[in-house]
């Protein structure tokens, strides 16, 4: 398990991606699991990352590349 690691970084980016991934599917747990990616990626100073929107865009399902 990743929380058993001290890499931080990749702590904070898993987080950040679960939470993506279960606010996209309407699950109750997204809020908490988004306030705990939040502050860790703030403790960072990556709060602004570009991840956020890279998995949002993998969430939603949307295909972004042309034929």
Do not use: C, H, I
């Not at 058993?4 to 993506?20: H, I, Y």
């Not at 990556?46 to 969430?59: D, G, I, N, Y």
């Amino acid at each position: 398990m990743l929380d058993a690691t001290e890499d931080v970084l990749a702590q904070a980016m898993l987080r950040l991606a679960e939470a993506t991934a279960l606010r996209s599917l309407g699950d109750a747990r997204a809020s908490s699991v988004q306030t705990r990616a939040d502050e860790a990626l703030d403790a960072l100073g990556l709060s602004e990352t570009a991840w956020r929107v890279a998995f949002s865009v993998a969430a939603s399902g949307v295909d972004l590349v042309a034929p």
